[in-house]
């Protein structure tokens, strides 16, 4: 959830084909069933976090391929530390449960 009265530097559009691999390779998935309610529902939105920033990041990589001049794209910015966090949590989560793909969830470097 966004702040209210602030402007959310993050405005590119996202690909649909990063949000196709990962939802349609690694969909959302757990690797303990000793979960309660609460801890899903964060797990669940770490997951989802993680997901659209990296599909982010893809779309800004893939759109700065097509135009390496352009130096108004810029990977995505957290607007606040529990964002970062959420986006780890969901990052390890992804990893955790696909351990044999994790390269596919490391960061995106920028040049």
Known sequence: MRPQGKIDPNNLKVSLVPL?????????????????CEEYTRYKMDWERFEYIWAYNYTVSTVRQASP???????????????????KNGQSAHAAVYSSAATVFQDFTFV
């Open 20 to 36: 196709t691999l990962l939802c349609g390779t690694y969909p959302l998935a757990k690797n303990r069933s000793d979960m309660g």
């Open 69 to 87: 001049r352009d130096t108004t794209i810029h990977p995505y910015l957290f607007l606040n530390n529990n964002e970062r966090i959420a986006y």
